[in-house]
Nanobody
Framework: QVQLVESGGGLVQTGGSLRLSCTASGLTFSSCAMGWFRQAPGKEREFVAAISWRAAITYYADSVKGRFTVSRDDAKNTFYLQMNSLKPEDTAVYYC?????????????????WGQGTQVTVSS
């Protein structure tokens, strides 16, 4: 059974930083592309960042480019999102997702497995 478990969310002030982690089990992590998505209240789930296998290619939403960095540690089956210069509009539940393909995509429907989400709240 595939499990994705996020951690690292919390409350932070504007301009602060958080690092989200996603630990995977039940899949061949090193062969999977991984993605981070977020969903704010009343809004649709949206793409944040993604990384292909072997970290060869990364993708970022325009709204987070230059502030967020995605990375992976295949030895630990763990995927990260470093978030810097956080803004109130970054407030959302953040979800980790795995794609049973090597190359990342930016669509919600492109991912096969999802974590339960972790809340990130940025206060102004």
């Amino acid at each position: 059974q595939v499990q994705l478990v996020e951690s690292g969310g919390g409350l932070v002030q504007t301009g602060g930083s958080l690092r989200l982690s996603c630990t995977a089990s039940g899949l061949t992590f090193s062969s999977c592309a991984m993605g981070w998505f977020r969903q704010a209240p009343g809004k649709e789930r949206e793409f944040v960042a993604a990384i292909s296998w072997r970290a060869a290619i990364t993708y970022y939403a325009d709204s987070v480019k230059g502030r967020f960095t995605v990375s992976r540690d295949d030895a630990k089956n763990t995927f990260y999102l470093q978030m810097n210069s956080l803004k109130p509009e970054d407030t959302a539940v953040y979800y980790c997702a795995a794609r049973s393909e090597r190359f990342a995509r930016v669509g919600v429907k492109d991912y096969d497995y999802w974590g339960q989400g972790t809340q990130v709240t940025v206060s102004s």
